[in-house]
């Protein structure tokens, strides 16, 4: 197979080779077949029109018509799908919609060479895509990457970064975690003191939770998105097919909230009052459910949701330590005026109540991790929440065969703050290893589930936690080449043999060796598939490699708590 073709991730359902090249210019007309495929072609031309290629195309023949894309909206496809026709002078893309000409442009990119990545032409770089037949579309609606913004906040500029090298790879949610214990992210005109008092704290933890002495930085550390850059960040990702999931953490994972506004919180304050964490792990402290909170909510959703029309809206209800429910006597009366027989099923009419808020105030749909479905007993989750399974996958399939749709992401393999070797060269991680063969190996939803329980799963993502990661190239080392597996697997909807092929698929391996060229050109951070670069490495000092906790072991851990009763909520640290 030629070797640009054999070079794609994540790989299109059928590829076939053809005899010659199209070459392609930032220029070249992408025409719509007809006026119903003028979005569609709006799309490719997005995506086209970006390359820093020639504004020209290079005439083939010397004569006869330009080089042109015609784009065409089918019906017999669905919205991600196309199919690509690439002749010599003439590309022809199918799809059902937008979306799915986007990604046929998408896979033209990855058809050029990896120079073509890079932000501005340089002389040589060969401006033609083989001609091919390809056909291709998701077997998973959702391919998601997660990205906890609050433990360290990601710039704009560098999160737009991170979305164009993700949507490259055909990912369409980007998860962002946008508040907890230690950041709240989110401007509020409304509620000033969230973003004021709540974005910054003065110092971070550099020493694992299991670590002492507890050492710290000294380094004040912030930052909070204006609600118009949440608007730009949702619109710079709508236009590469990404929907932005916003999430805010409740009740619990709340202490940066708590610190500026601490009437919402459930009992009293520590000594000292509520700080915005310089701490990771799980604190004890979480917003009252009390109709004042409920309001304030409300607020932020509204804010939030203007500046991001989301469909999807997840409001996490993880690790939340239930002891100051039961302690207060204000929220202890008002359990039991509502009739409900213990603080865990408070936690789950506490998000049922949100959930309902967003359906019928904002027509938005809500996800919480699994702890939010483990609660549920006598007090149900809104039938529609979508169950992102964090714990395993047993609880994943509890909550689908309970009616949910889930997510699947379980810690092993979908944690990419997890280090990916065991190895004293590895930067310092929470925890490890998660290697990119281990995602490869990911079934997002196992065959040996009953059918039932298999059609409820939308998709998986990957998650990356920033207690250990403070900046973008910290990130990127985590996120790649891992989110090229993830992304393979997503798009695919089953394990990718790493190293093996298939019959007109090339090995995972070879593939993501091509891609990582493409994230040379494009300047992205990755690891390398045999190590970190003398830079890349964690060193003597603050993030020298510390084992953290096997992942064996987690996986294990959280399968147990998983399977316990609510009760498991209440752990603390
Ligand atoms: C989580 O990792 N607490 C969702």
């Given at each position: 197979m030629n070797e640009r073709l054999a070079?794609?991730?994540?790989?299109?359902?059928t590829v076939t080779e053809h005899e010659g090249s199209f070459p392609l210019a930032a220029g070249t007309q992408v025409r719509p077949a007809d006026p119903q495929s003028e979005a569609a072609a709006s799309a490719v031309a997005g995506v086209i029109g970006r390359?820093?290629?020639?504004?020209?195309p290079r005439r083939t023949g010397g004569q006869g018509e330009p080089p042109e894309i015609v784009v065409a909206v089918t019906s017999r496809q669905g919205n991600e799908e196309y199919s690509l026709l690439i002749g010599p002078d003439r590309i022809e893309i199918e799809a059902g919609g937008p979306a799915g000409a986007c990604y046929a442009a998408q896979t033209l990119r990855q058809l050029l060479?990896?120079?073509?990545?890079?932000?501005a032409a340089i002389p040589g770089t060969d401006w033609t895509v083989p001609c091919a037949e390809i056909t291709d579309q998701p077997a998973l609606a959702w391919r998601g990457a997660h990205l906890d913004v609050s433990r360290h906040f990601l710039p704009k500029r560098d999160l737009l970064a991170l979305i164009d090298a993700l949507a490259a790879l055909k990912l369409n949610r980007l998860h962002l975690h946008l508040t907890d214990d230690q950041g709240w992210r989110i401007e509020s005109k409304l509620h000033p003191a969230v973003h004021?008092?709540?974005?910054?704290?003065p110092r971070s933890r550099l020493s694992l939770n299991s670590e002492r002495p507890k050492v710290y930085d000294d380094i004040p550390h912030g930052g909070y998105y204006t609600l118009a850059d949440l608007a730009e960040i949702n619109a710079y990702a709508a236009q590469r097919m990404m929907t932005v999931v916003p999430e805010i953490e409740m009740p619990g994972h709340a202490a940066a909230l708590l610190a500026a506004m601490p009437e919402l919180a459930a009992g009293s304050p520590p000594p000292g009052g509520f700080q915005v964490s310089a701490d990771w792990g799980i604190l004890p402290y979480l917003m009252s459910p009390l109709p004042g909170t409920q309001r304030f909510i409300r607020d932020i959703l509204g804010e939030l949701l203007t500046a991001i029309p989301a469909g999807y809206v997840h409001i996490g209800g993880d690790e939340c330590v239930l002891d100051s429910w039961r302690d207060d006597p204000a929220i202890d009366g008002y359990r039991r005026d509502r009739g409900l027989a213990t603080p865990a099923d408070l936690h789950a009419a506490f998000l049922r109540d949100i959930a309902n808020m967003l359906a019928d105030d904002f027509g938005a749909r809500t996800l919480v991790w699994d702890e939010g479905f483990a609660s549920a007993g006598a007090v149900s989750l809104r039938p529609d929440t979508i169950v992102m399974a964090w714990r395993g996958m047993e609880i994943a399939r509890k909550a689908a065969l309970a009616g949910h749709d889930v997510i699947t992401v379980p810690v092993l393999p979908t944690y990419f703050d997890y280090g990916q070797a065991d190895s004293q060269l590895e930067p310092v991680a929470i925890g490890g290893p998660i290697t990119v063969q281990d995602v490869a190996a990911f079934?997002?939803?196992?065959?040996?589930?009953?059918a039932a329980a298999g059609a409820r799963v939308l998709g998986t993502q990957f998650q990356v936690w920033t207690e250990y990661i403070p900046d973008r190239l910290a990130l990127e080392y985590m996120v790649f080449p891992r989110a090229c597996a993830l992304a393979e697997v997503a798009w695919s909807g089953r394990p990718s043999s790493w190293s093996e092929g298939e019959p007109g698929r090339p090995p995972l391996a070879q593939r993501v060796a091509a891609h990582l060229s493409r994230l040379d050109g494009a300047g992205v951070a990755y690891r390398p598939l045999d190590g970190p670069r003398p830079w890349q490495q964690g060193g003597d000092g603050p993030r020298r490699h510390r084992r953290g906790y096997p992942i064996g072991d987690v996986a294990r851990y959280l399968d147990g708590l998983a399977a316990a009763d609510p009760a498991s909520l209440t752990t603390s640290e």
């Open positions: 070079g794609l991730v994540p790989h299109p359902l390359l820093p290629a020639p504004a020209e060479p990896a120079d073509a990545w890079r932000a004021e008092a709540g974005s910054h704290r079934a997002p939803a196992p065959a040996a589930w009953p």
